[in-house]
Nanobody, 124 residues
């Protein structure tokens, strides 16, 4: 098992930047794919980005491509989401998720472990 804790959320003006961190404890984190999802009020949770455990290959939702960057430091059991050029529509609770059963995926069902989430609010 792996436990995930997100941090770094907050309030930022449109056009600003935030850096979210996901710190893992428990099992061998380096063997887990890690994804970030978000859920805005009244909306379903959606995939934002994910990173493969071995190759470092990453996937991005079209809505965040070229603005968000995911990276991982397995030695520190940490995955970081760098968010630039933030927009009000990026406002959501952001969740870190991890899995080792499947290939890197974009659906919630492909991730077994979840953090509690961190709030990101972008003001216009």
């Amino acid at each position: 098992q792996v436990q995930l804790v997100e941090s770094g959320g907050g309030l930022v003006q449109a056009g600003g930047s935030l850096r979210l961190s996901c710190v893992a404890s428990g099992s061998t984190f380096s063997r887990y794919h890690v994804g970030w999802f978000r859920q805005a009020p009244g909306k379903e949770r959606e995939f934002v980005t994910g990173i493969n455990w071995s190759s470092g290959k990453s996937l991005y939702a079209d809505s965040v491509k070229d603005r968000f960057t995911i990276s991982r430091d397995n030695a520190k059991n940490t995955v970081t989401l760098r968010m630039n050029s933030l927009k009000p529509e990026d406002t959501a609770v952001y969740y870190c998720a991890a899995d080792r059963r499947y290939l890197l995926g974009t659906s919630e069902a492909e991730y077994e472990y979840w953090g509690q989430g961190t709030q990101v609010t972008v003001s216009s």
